[in-house]
């Protein structure tokens, strides 16, 4: 742990908010739960060393804490009270190793290069290194390691470069190497890729086969600067009209870019090259004309591989210009004018993404433009006089710079000094143990999440999300920082969605394409972790199939009853399916219940009405998928006219078995009637015999109505009697009835 110099703190007044009280009976509070919450604002920018008060919450001192930016030393610190340089910007002249030492390189024209470093954030500064060397033009830094340190400069007409590697407080020169020996050598530029360790060199100078020109040269070390390549040209102009100066080289996606100028008679480009199949490529940033000098560029890529490049042109004053580049140098923003002038430009970004360019304004001594969330905004802080700022570049992006980010700059004649602030913060880390890549989804099948989540730093929340695909992202865990912290969650596939319990995630997802889950942890300095991802494929529950037979009646039914038959089956095999039958209103009834196949039932006739009818029938899976099919029967009634009927009736005595009958009917006149009994014993074989009527006899006060009377005796009691009566009409037209039928037995 360090100490921050200034730490910025503000502390409000806690005020107890009751937000909730617990009742154990309805006469008595035994117990309430208190929120606290902030107050008014008492005091800020108060100095504590880190981890002394909470990063926002009550401490206990009853007081609110709200923890700022580690801030820079106040005043500035003095880097050195000698007469060195900052000057030129293709390079960078102020880095930060690995355990937080910062490291500045300053030279004295034709005298000594000297590192400095600070131990403190740049509040003291010690001498770490002084080489006498005439340094004649430029020198710039970059970290190689945590000890080592690479140092580009030139020394009259030659381009030289060291390795420097650290021993306490005190930083030892290695083997000087000439990479170059060109006329007139013009700045020089160094970087590093964060992923390889490769260096790149560049710098401008005159020489053959094209030494009428000033062309950007460069050589490239794959070895941490053990060797260098043979010096080659990335311009290759020779003509007398045409100079290209201020190297920049910035890298990107392991491919080196190079920024610089080039006059042409009476025109300046700021112009980017780089190599694409093996050829060199330039695209143009910006063409000034009318003799608007241009230089001094500077530039940056931030942690989305955007390079950024700064640079001056001269009008009524030098004023800054801006442009970007998204796809490493290929095409570029159209260049932004800034307000005010400025000389000098220095751009840095920070691990949040935000731009940040320094730059000399004669009129109020610093201007600082920050870029952050789509707009600039312009800064002038009360620093004095600060001439030639070079700022700190930070390519691990571990480092969130405040108003002023690091810088050194020259104070006065005498001085160079060191500005800025930047606060340090590891970003959390996030492990998945489940689910696995790759995975497939059925239905009501679950995808299980479970890992940790860790942050190092003290007094800071840490916040786990978690999303599918580019839906909202959802809370997986909270807890403080330097707390393992355990992630689980369940979710489940059904319906073609993912559910959190009741809660869809997701819209319907299709099958067939790579779903994402993504996993990542934010603390509350918005620092996040490396997303963690996993891929998912999901295969929806589909509707079970159903198929129904050609339904064979049609025409006239002779039988009371009919079959309706089919299959069902299910795509995903599940393990069982239903099948029911509704016909007309009625309730639904089950048919079958099995793992799919043939199937079949009876309708009655009886169940159908008079006109159209509808049968549903439906197959249900066991997670609720449906399949149905609907058929249409029309019921007709056909009236056919009887012409002959016979009518059977049972007689049963009262005593079991009778010996005679007495029988009365009452009839139309004209009905043709037969009368016919049978009296047997039970079980034998009926026998009947035609009876004549003993009287027939008009009924009084009826037209047409009369009454017959027959009277039959056996041998001996029976018990099975029946009555048979017949009749036949000669059409349809006629219509007689028998109106009555009584009797006595004996």
Not at 50 to 58: A, F
Not at 328 to 341: D, M, N, R
């Amino acid at each position: 742990m360090y100490r921050h110099s200034a730490k910025e703190y503000t502390y409000d007044p806690t005020v107890t908010v009751p937000v909730n009280t617990v009742y154990k009976d309805a006469s008595k509070n035994t117990s309430s739960i208190i929120d606290y919450s902030k107050g008014s604002l008492v005091q800020s920018n108060i100095v504590a060393e880190d981890g002394t008060y909470p990063s926002n919450g009550r401490h206990s001192d009853g007081y609110w804490y709200i923890k700022g930016a580690a801030v820079g030393p106040l005043p500035p610190g003095t880097v050195t009270n000698e007469t060195y340089s900052t000057i030129n910007t293709g390079g960078r002249k102020l880095i930060r190793l690995q355990d937080g030492t910062l490291v500045a390189v300053v030279f004295l024209n034709n005298s000594f290069i000297k590192v400095h470093i600070s131990k403190d954030n740049g509040v003291n500064w010690t001498q770490a290194m002084a080489l006498g060397i005439a340094a004649s033009v430029d020198v710039c830094i970059v970290p190689i390691n945590a000890i080592q340190v690479g140092l580009l400069y030139s020394y009259g007409s030659s381009i030289r470069y060291r390795t420097l590697t650290r021993n306490g407080d005190n930083f030892t020169a290695g083997t000087e190497m000439v990479l170059d020996n060109p006329s007139n050598p013009h700045r020089v530029s160094l970087e590093i890729d964060p992923n390889t360790g490769h260096l790149y060199a560049a710098w401008s100078g005159q020489k053959t086969p094209y030494a009428t020109s000033h062309n950007i040269i460069r050589s490239i070390s794959t070895d941490k600067g053990v060797t260098w390549s043979a010096a080659s040209f990335v311009t290759d102009f020779n003509v007398s009209s045409i100079s290209c100066v201020f190297a920049s080289v910035v890298v990107r996606n392991n491919q080196p870019i190079y920024i610089y100028r080039m006059t042409d008679a009476t025109n300046y480009t700021i112009l980017a090259r780089f190599l694409e199949n093996g050829s060199w490529v330039q695209k143009t940033i910006f063409l000034a004309q009318n003799n608007q000098i241009m230089g001094d560029n500077s530039a940056v890529v931030d942690k989305d591989g955007v390079i950024h490049v700064v640079w001056t042109r001269s009008e009524t004053y030098n004023f800054l210009w801006y442009s970007k580049s998204l796809d490493g140098g290929k095409t570029w923003s159209t260049p932004a004018k800034f307000v005010k002038p400025g000389n000098y430009p220095s751009i840095t970004v920070d691990k949040n993404n935000v731009v940040k360019i320094v730059a000399y304004q004669p009129t109020s001594g610093l201007l600082v433009y920050t870029f952050n969330n789509g707009n600039w905004s312009d800064y002038t802080p009360p620093t004095g006089v600060a001439t030639n700022p070079q700022t700190l570049v930070d390519n691990t992006f571990k480092l969130a710079f405040g108003d002023i980010p690091p810088i050194i700059n020259m104070k006065d004649s005498k001085t160079v000094q060191y500005q800025g602030s930047f606060t340090t913060n590891t970003i959390p880390s996030v492990s998945l143990t489940s689910p696995s890549n790759n995975q497939t989804l059925y239905e009501n099948d679950t995808i299980n999440i479970s890992g940790d989540a860790y942050d190092a730093d003290k007094d800071q929340s840490v916040t786990v999300f978690y999303q599918i695909n580019g839906e909202q992202r959802k809370v997986l865990a909270t807890n403080v920082s330097q707390t393992q912290i355990t992630l689980s969650k369940q979710l489940t596939f059904k319906d073609g969605k993912l559910f959190d319990g009741e809660t869809a995630l997701t819209g319907t997802l299709a099958e067939g394409v790579t779903h994402k889950l993504k996993v990542w942890a934010v603390d509350n300095e918005n620092a996040s972790s490396v997303v963690v991802e996993r891929t998912f494929y999901v295969v929806p529950n589909r509707a079970p199939l159903l198929s129904v037979d050609a339904v064979v009646p049609a025409g006239v039914v002779d039988s009371d009853k009919f079959k309706i038959s089919g299959t069902s089956t299910d795509p995903d095999a599940n393990a069982n399916v239903k099948i029911t039958k509704k016909v007309n209103a009625n309730n639904p009834v089950e048919i079958y219940n099995g793992p799919g196949g043939a199937w079949e039932f009876d309708v009655s006739l009886a169940e159908l009405v008079v006109g159209e009818n509808t049968i549903v029938i439906e197959v249900i899976d066991n997670y609720g998928a449906k399949t149905s099919k609907t058929i249409k029967l029309k019921k007709n009634e056909i009236k056919t006219p009887i012409l002959h009927a016979v009518a059977r009736y049972k007689i049963t005595p009262p005593a079991g078995s009778a010996k005679g009958v007495l029988l009365f009917i009452e009839r139309d006149e004209d009905m043709d009637l037969k009368v016919e009994l049978s009296m047997t014993l039970a079980g034998e074989q009926e026998q009947y015999e035609t009876l004549a009527a003993d009287n027939t006899a008009p009924m009084p006060n009826t037209n047409g109505i009369v009454e017959d009377t027959f009277y039959y005796e056996a041998t001996e009691p029976k018990d099975n009697i029946i009555l048979k009566l017949s009749t036949t009409r000669p059409d349809a037209t006629v219509n007689h009835k028998i109106h009555l039928i009584s009797g006595a037995v004996e």
